[in-house]
């Protein structure tokens, strides 16, 4: 079974460059995840993929079954797992196409279900949310392969789906780099569900936020985008580059401390523990307009 997983956003599956294998569907305590699982290989890997927004039901960002998806990946013996998104840019440095390699977050979603203890009071500590060392390794694989980067920046995360207004834009631009929907409950429950803090994100953008345009054109009603098409320096080439490293005997591998080090753990129902975690999020953005 695949030791890697990849949840993709807005762009990331590419039919071309994914040799498919099999496809499952599993049932979990938290019901189905979100589409089937694609087993198969990229570069020569292989992984296991997750439309995180569905292929027959469309799953706006609140309704995700993150709980689901998560624990999803942990019964096929996924180790790592490497999100992908979109996200919107809240600083003039973050332009159009570069790739953001985020090592903070800002939670601003408000309905969503954010922990497997909802029975028991569980304290999580996540000072640092993203891992430093799987930072390194998608900057040397960007810097490699000549794409622009940004090593360290902070996601908002707002519920959506609407975009912001003007006053809450220039709130998020003191508090954030770029903002998303997506890596808020995500991020945490990997870290929990698969017992690490090695959780790494990286973005590449696709727009400014929808308040960030002070005389500009509104947004209005936007649709979620369909695959963004391969290139140099999409998100599909940096995966394949990372993967083509860890194919040729680079292993990923991390060490830290746990997210509830410090407190009494027990495990969500019928989980073993002792996995390390992959998580990156990645994404394409428009010029960003101030």
Request: with cysteine; hydrophobic share 35%; glycine share 12%.
């Amino acid at each position: 079974m695949p030791e890697i997983a990849i949840v993709g956003g807005t762009g990331i599956y590419n039919p071309d460059t994914f040799e498919l294998i099999d496809k499952v569907f599993p049932d979990t305590p938290y019901g189905k995840p979100s589409a089937e699982i694609l087993i198969g290989k990229i570069a020569g890997v292989e992984i296991a993929f997750l439309h995180r927004h569905g292929t027959t039901t469309p799953y706006p960002p609140s309704s995700v079954p993150y709980k689901a998806n998560m624990y999803a990946l942990k019964q096929l013996g996924c180790k790592y797992v490497i999100s992908a998104c979109a996200v919107g840019s809240l600083q003039r440095k973050f332009a159009s196409g570069d790739l953001v390699i985020v090592d903070q977050f800002v939670d601003f979603t408000k309905k969503r279900d954010y922990t497997y203890f909802n029975d028991s009071i569980t304290h999580i500590a996540i000072p640092d949310p993203f891992c430093d060392y799987l930072n390194a390794v998608f900057a040397e694989t960007a810097k490699k392969m000549g794409i622009k980067y940004h090593n360290g920046g902070t996601y908002v995360c707002i519920e959506g789906p609407r975009f912001s207004t003007r006053a809450e834009s220039r709130m998020f631009r003191q508090f954030g780099d770029i903002i998303g929907m997506t890596v808020v409950p995500e991020c945490q429950l990997a870290r929990v569900l698969l017992q690490s803090r090695h959780h790494h994100r990286l973005r590449c953008m696709e727009g400014g936020d929808g308040g960030h345009r002070d005389g500009q054109e509104d947004h209005g009603i936007m649709p979620r985008q369909g695959p963004q098409a391969p290139g140099d320096g999409t998100p599909q080439d940096q995966f394949q580059g990372m993967l083509r490293m860890h194919q040729g005997g680079r292993r990923l591998r991390c060490t830290g401390p746990h997210p509830l080090t410090g407190i009494q753990y027990r495990h969500p129902p019928s989980v073993d523990g002792g996995c390390r975690v992959l998580f990156i999020a990645t994404g394409a953005i428009q010029h960003p307009q101030f």
